[in-house]
């Protein structure tokens, strides 16, 4: 019988760092107060070999090491936590003859490359413990596939037709963790999540979501599982729960993911579009008719489109209307989004577009996004939102133009004719709508500018040039390690190259030659990670002052930097002081 405590020896250390920087990893943590499991109930669970458990551990450090020596943007944390190896427990089903099991592991980061993806070990239900090998995760779903050799489990009975209406009773059903508090032996035990779970939806053969308030065990969170008919057929596996409600994959879709994964042995990177826009009755009137959809407003209307994106490149175009998706009829903007989501890189989708109250189809190849996760940032969503707000406030500004200008004609014709009340009183009311337009469009156009600050801080290069005023160049990659039995301290922190004159860096102490290594209670990686840390100080305006280690001569020196706001020095300014009780009775 496999012992696990070698595996939970770690867990109490690691759930702390799992559950500040991943959430609802231990989804399946257990509910000492839940009810026992009925005799069907046990009968349900024995019958379900194919269901097992997965131990996914990582090395932090190697993960980072690895991102930072590709020139990979992280959010990895500092080196202090980096000396943790995180756990994952979740579920998997066995999919096929060859031993194939498909599951989510939330700390997966193909960025990383192979050396990043850590220990994987399946418990079987009777407790036997084998070693997995990582296949492949398909990006869009962020499902993935194991396989171990030898298995011998029969595999899941995944429906080949799947009919569900609403209201149809399904079980869902899980494996969670359980600790036996007799002897302090860790367990896995198998037991009931939701019993007789109503069908809520069922818009076609690939998702559906159920009800999930008859919740048994007491689930805040899911992150894998299966959902059973009375046929005993998996129908599908849970991807999210939020307010009692469960989004299902259908097994048609979770069959097609695993041999996605198969055929390419490898990892399926996301695909993406590059389109902005909304559901076409959100549209006034005017822009309806100008459309030739004012009968039926219906589909998605193209407000911009990112430049160099895919779109772009294969001829979608600004206002116009994606009608059908793949043969399908486009009903919402969510639709839409969902559907090119769940989409991977090279798939050819062909749109229906109304131009020019012309139909036209148009094929797109989708462009690659790489894949979610927690510690790698997504630039093609980030330079996508920024591009966003940019059009919006090219918008915003061009309505202000014209509103303002109606203002002053408003305003006009006031003055011209003051003298006939019954004018006078509808340019006065004219104005005051024109002023409340404008104030609200000023006050959007405030939140823009505040999000695009930010954007442009993050996506800025030279940020700690224009900040701080220095110069930095990334450290030399390490020398090999002449003894891998031994850790090797990876060197962190930054070079100073050149500091510019009455800069902050100047006035600090900072010197040519110094090595930036810490500020505050952050260690410094890299170029991009001392960007992200001058962001953070830039936007948090209380802060005043914060210190900064450099290593200089081999010696680390600590100097403050003086962060608050230097006004510009005026030629006989005069002194500024209180005034006196007898000054101010004089003033009055």
Same mark, same amino acid.
């Given at each position: 019988?496999?012992?696990?405590?070698?595996?939970?020896?770690?867990?109490?250390?690691?759930?702390? =760092? %799992?559950?500040?920087?991943?959430?609802?990893?231990?989804?399946?943590?257990?509910?000492?107060?839940?009810?026992?499991?009925?005799?069907?109930?046990?009968?349900?669970?024995?019958?379900?070999?194919?269901?097992?458990?997965?131990?996914?551990?990582?090395?932090?450090?190697?993960?980072?090491?690895?991102?930072?020596?590709?020139?990979?943007? &992280?959010?990895?944390?500092?080196?202090?936590?980096?000396?943790?190896?995180?756990?994952?427990?979740?579920?998997?089903?066995?999919?096929?003859?060859?031993?194939?099991?498909?599951?989510?592991?939330?700390?997966?980061?193909?960025?990383?490359?192979?050396?990043?993806?850590?220990?994987?070990?399946?418990?079987?239900?009777?407790?036997?413990?084998?070693?997995?090998?990582?296949?492949?995760?398909?990006?869009?779903?962020?499902?993935?596939? =194991?396989?171990?050799?030898?298995?011998?489990?029969?595999?899941?009975?995944?429906?080949?037709?799947?009919?569900?209406?609403?209201?149809?009773?399904?079980?869902?059903?899980?494996?969670?963790?359980?600790?036996?508090?007799?002897?302090?032996?860790?367990?896995?035990?198998?037991?009931?999540?939701?019993?007789?779970?109503?069908?809520?939806?069922?818009?076609?053969?690939?998702?559906?979501?159920?009800?999930?308030?008859?919740?048994?065990?007491?689930? &805040?969170?899911?992150?894998?599982?299966?959902?059973?008919?009375?046929?005993?057929?998996?129908?599908?596996?849970?991807?999210?729960?939020?307010?009692?409600?469960?989004?299902?994959?259908?097994?048609?879709?979770?069959?097609?993911?695993?041999?996605?994964?198969?055929?390419?042995?490898?990892?399926?990177?996301?695909?993406?579009?590059?389109?902005?826009?909304?559901?076409?009755?959100?549209?006034?009137?005017?822009?309806?008719?100008?459309?030739?959809?004012?009968?039926?407003?219906?589909?998605?209307?193209?407000?911009?489109?990112?430049?160099?994106?895919?779109?772009?490149?294969?001829?979608?175009?600004?206002?116009?209307?994606?009608?059908?998706?793949?043969?399908?009829?486009?009903?919402?903007?969510?639709?839409?989004?969902?559907?090119?989501?769940?989409?991977?890189?090279?798939?050819? %989708?062909?749109?229906?577009?109304?131009?020019?109250?012309?139909?036209?189809?148009?094929?797109?190849?989708?462009?690659?996004?790489?894949?979610?996760?927690?510690?790698?940032?997504?630039?093609?969503?980030?330079?996508?939102?920024?591009?966003?707000?940019?059009?919006?406030?090219?918008?915003?500004?061009?309505?202000?133009?014209?509103?303002?200008?109606?203002?002053?004609?408003?305003?006009?014709?006031?003055?011209?004719?003051?003298?006939?009340? &019954?004018?006078?009183?509808?340019?006065?009311?004219?104005?005051?709508?024109?002023?409340?337009?404008?104030?609200?469009?000023?006050?959007?156009?405030?939140?823009?500018?505040?999000?695009?600050?930010?954007?442009?801080?993050?996506?800025?290069?030279?940020?700690?040039?224009?900040?701080?005023?220095?110069?930095?160049?990334?450290?030399?990659?390490?020398?090999?390690?002449?003894?891998?039995?031994?850790?090797?301290?990876?060197?962190?922190?930054?070079?100073?190259?050149?500091?510019?004159?009455?800069?902050?860096?100047?006035?600090?102490?900072?010197?040519?030659?110094?090595?930036?290594?810490?500020?505050?209670?952050?260690?410094?990686?890299?170029?991009?990670?001392?960007?992200?840390?001058?962001?953070?100080?830039?936007?948090?305006?209380?802060?005043?002052?914060?210190?900064?280690?450099?290593?200089?001569?081999?010696?680390?020196? &600590?100097?403050?930097?003086?962060?608050?706001?230097?006004?510009?020095?005026?030629?006989?300014?005069?002194?500024?002081?209180?005034?006196?009780?007898?000054?101010?009775?004089?003033?009055?």
């Amino acid at each position: 019988m496999f012992k696990l405590s070698k595996y939970f020896s770690r867990i109490s250390i690691s759930a702390i =760092l %799992i559950a500040c920087l991943i959430p609802n990893v231990f989804a399946q943590a257990a509910n000492t107060n839940q009810s026992q499991p009925t005799t069907n109930q046990l009968q349900v669970i024995k019958d379900q070999p194919w269901l097992v458990t997965i131990v996914h551990e990582i090395n932090l450090s190697e993960i980072r090491s690895s991102l930072l020596k590709r020139g990979i943007k &992280t959010k990895l944390p500092s080196e202090k936590l980096t000396k943790f190896q995180p756990t994952n427990v979740t579920t998997g089903i066995v999919v096929d003859q060859k031993g194939h099991i498909l599951t989510k592991l939330v700390n997966l980061i193909p960025e990383a490359g192979e050396q990043a993806i850590g220990t994987i070990n399946v418990v079987l239900p009777s407790g036997e413990q084998k070693q997995a090998r990582f296949v492949g995760l398909d990006g869009p779903s962020g499902f993935c596939l =194991l396989a171990v050799d030898n298995l011998n489990i029969k595999p899941v009975p995944l429906a080949n037709n799947i009919s569900l209406v609403s209201n149809d009773l399904v079980t869902l059903l899980n494996v969670e963790f359980e600790e036996d508090k007799s002897n302090n032996i860790p367990q896995f035990n198998r037991s009931i999540l939701a019993q007789n779970a109503k069908i809520l939806q069922f818009p076609n053969q690939e998702f559906f979501s159920i009800d999930f308030s008859n919740n048994v065990a007491g689930a &805040t969170s899911l992150s894998f599982g299966v959902v059973i008919n009375n046929n005993k057929e998996v129908v599908g596996i849970p991807n999210s729960l939020e307010n009692n409600v469960v989004e299902v994959f259908s097994a048609i879709q979770a069959r097609r993911i695993a041999k996605r994964i198969i055929d390419r042995q490898g990892n399926i990177p996301r695909g993406w579009l590059g389109v902005n826009g909304f559901d076409c009755n959100k549209l006034p009137i005017d822009q309806l008719k100008e459309l030739g959809i004012l009968d039926n407003p219906k589909g998605f209307y193209v407000r911009n489109i990112i430049p160099n994106s895919p779109a772009s490149i294969s001829g979608l175009q600004e206002n116009d209307v994606i009608i059908n998706l793949n043969g399908r009829a486009v009903e919402s903007d969510s639709q839409l989004y969902s559907f090119i989501a769940l989409q991977p890189a090279g798939e050819t %989708i062909t749109f229906d577009v109304l131009r020019n109250k012309k139909l036209e189809n148009i094929k797109v190849i989708l462009g690659e996004r790489g894949y979610k996760s927690p510690f790698v940032e997504d630039s093609i969503g980030k330079q996508a939102y920024m591009y966003s707000i940019q059009q919006d406030l090219k918008s915003i500004d061009t309505a202000l133009q014209n509103f303002q200008s109606a203002y002053s004609k408003a305003n006009e014709a006031s003055l011209a004719n003051n003298k006939n009340e &019954t004018s006078l009183a509808n340019n006065l009311e004219a104005q005051k709508n024109l002023s409340s337009q404008i104030s609200l469009l000023k006050s959007e156009r405030l939140k823009l500018m505040k999000q695009l600050k930010r954007f442009n801080y993050n996506l800025e290069q030279n940020l700690p040039e224009k900040f701080l005023g220095v110069k930095l160049s990334d450290l030399p990659e390490p020398p090999k390690n002449p003894d891998p039995t031994k850790a090797q301290k990876f060197p962190h922190g930054v070079l100073v190259v050149s500091i510019l004159p009455n800069s902050l860096a100047e006035r600090s102490g900072i010197k040519v030659g110094d090595v930036l290594v810490q500020m505050s209670s952050y260690l410094i990686d890299n170029k991009e990670n001392f960007s992200n840390m001058l962001l953070s100080i830039r936007e948090a305006a209380a802060i005043t002052e914060c210190e900064i280690v450099v290593t200089r001569n081999n010696e680390e020196v &600590t100097l403050k930097l003086d962060l608050a706001p230097r006004l510009p020095k005026e030629k006989n300014m005069p002194k500024q002081r209180i005034l006196t009780e007898e000054e101010r009775q004089k003033l009055k």
